[in-house]
């Protein structure tokens, strides 16, 4: 048992935590009848997710989002192996559960469901407090301060002051000694006052190396902040996304398929039966295609299946974004449960920055303020905006040396958004000077 916050802070971050937050839990919160973590899925993109899954039972449906979590106390870390959040989208709402599962040192016995006769505080807020300490490798780490206990009080007792900033349900604590905004628009005007940076990208080793290729200047600006590149779908700086930009359109994200025939037979055969041939041996697969527009070129329309845009709400948790051809086939999908958990993973925070570039005798960028930063966003404003054709799906795919026994291919599916209308994706969004 922690003595203090501080105390509690330390032990999160030398875990590696870059974040943390908390919710008083109220007298229904409990083991049996899962903890309330908010009636929006903007939630979601709190915890890193391991992967979401849809569970189809008619009016019932969920998606169940996988979590790597763990009790932390002071002298052990215990993994909780059935941890995940249930999403209700028709409601919508976002419940934890399957958090004691396997679990020995878990506060079980402060999380058992309270019978009515003793209950004291129709289910509202009760004393206890669950703290939740995200880290940069995508690790949910968690202790539960019980009513009575010294951590538990000495919340109470600044939150009462106001002391910790309010996000959904859940209060921000300060783990680092200041607010990581403020450090990121810092670093950023150091970039900014150094003029032209040559374009160049770390390696997996953290090791600055040339970058020659046209779109050097997000690689750029990572590296400038110490970003090394990875295969995650998490957040790139103190918990921010960061994405640069040289023009009025921008990319959000590069999901693959995960169903109809491109999922079923890979980008080779998708390009080489809706592509178009070009120079060399090459076949492209290209083209704006935007909701419910067929796409002269390709043939195909693109579609969300399951998502009510009036309502703004997912009504079918099988449903997907769609490639459809005149017949009503699907030639590629993406199914919600795969777009929702690369979006909120990597766009609970954003900054988006402008470049310039110049070749001289090598290429170089300078970044510009101010930066676009957007807070607060959820997979329902992602569909929507695909749904007004704010989003459109605008792929650089191809097929090389395609008349060969070796052919290869360059899968590129990227969905992306006029610069103008990044706010609509944000409950809050403006510039910032930097």
Same mark, same amino acid.
């Given at each position: ?16 935590? *870059? ?41 019932d ?10 009790w ?14 249930? !999403? ?6 976002? %419940?934890?559960?399957?958090? !004691? ?17 003793f ?26 301060a ?60 953290g ?17 400038l ?9 998490e ?17 959000? &994200? ?9 999922? #079923? ?13 070009? /120079? ?7 083209? *704006?295609?935007?909701?419910?527009k067929?796409?002269?070129? *390709? ?5 969300? %299946? ?14 997907a974004? #769609?490639? !459809? *051809? ?13 777009? &929702? ?19 001289? #005798? ?12 957007? /807070?607060?966003?959820?997979?329902? /404003? ?34 992306? &958004?006029?610069? /103008? ?10 510039? #910032?000077?930097?």
């Amino acid at each position: 048992m922690f003595d203090s916050i501080a105390s509690l802070l330390k032990r999160f971050s030398d875990l590696g935590a *870059t974040r943390v937050f908390c919710k008083p839990l109220a007298e229904n919160d409990n083991s049996k009848q899962q903890i309330y973590l908010g009636a929006s899925l903007e939630v979601v993109q709190m915890f890193p997710l391991r992967k979401i899954e849809a569970a189809e039972k008619g009016k019932d449906s969920t998606y169940k989002a996988k979590l790597d979590f763990s009790w932390v106390g002071k002298d052990f870390v215990e993994r909780a192996t059935g941890a995940q959040l249930i !999403l209700y989208p028709q409601y919508p709402e976002v %419940r934890l559960s399957g958090f !004691l599962r396997g679990c020995t040192h878990a506060p079980s016995e402060h999380l058992r469901p309270v019978p009515k006769v003793f209950r004291c505080f129709n289910n509202g807020p009760d004393g206890r407090i669950l703290f939740f300490g995200i880290t940069g490798s995508g690790e949910t780490l968690a202790y539960l301060a019980h009513a009575e206990s010294a951590v538990a009080k000495e919340f109470q007792k600044n939150n009462t002051k106001g002391n910790y900033p309010k996000e959904s349900i859940f209060f921000d604590l300060p783990i680092l000694t200041r607010d990581s905004k403020i450090i990121l628009l810092e670093r950023l005007a150091e970039i900014r006052r150094k003029g032209w940076h040559h374009s160049i990208r770390l390696n997996k080793s953290g090791e600055v190396i040339p970058y020659n290729a046209r779109n050097g200047g997000g690689y750029t600006l990572e590296a400038l902040l110490g970003i090394i590149p990875n295969g995650r779908s998490e957040p790139d700086y103190l918990g921010w996304e960061i994405k640069a930009y040289g023009g009025n359109r921008l990319t959000l &994200m590069t999901p693959e398929p995960d169903g109809g025939m491109y999922g #079923e037979e890979g980008v080779k055969a998708f390009v080489r039966k809706f592509g178009a041939p070009s /120079r060399g041996d090459t076949l492209y697969f290209t083209g *704006t295609h935007r909701a419910n527009k067929r796409n002269a070129g *390709t043939g195909l329309t693109l579609v969300v %299946r399951g998502f009510n845009p009036a309502r703004k709400m997912i009504e079918d948790v099988g449903g997907a974004v #769609e490639l !459809l *051809t005149d017949a009503d086939q699907c030639a590629a999908a993406w199914s919600f449960g795969h777009l &929702m958990i690369g979006w909120n993973k990597k766009h609970a925070q954003a900054a988006y920055v402008r470049y310039e570039s110049e070749k001289k #005798e090598a290429l170089a960028y300078r970044y510009l303020s101010p930066a676009l930063m957007g /807070r607060g966003t959820d997979f329902n /404003r992602y569909l929507s905006a695909i749904c007004a054709g704010k989003i459109i799906f605008d792929p650089a795919s191809k097929v090389m040396n395609v008349s060969t026994l070796k052919p290869s291919a360059k899968a590129r599916s990227q969905f992306r &958004m006029s610069v /103008r209308h990044l706010g609509q994706l944000y409950q809050e969004f403006g510039e #910032e000077d930097f």
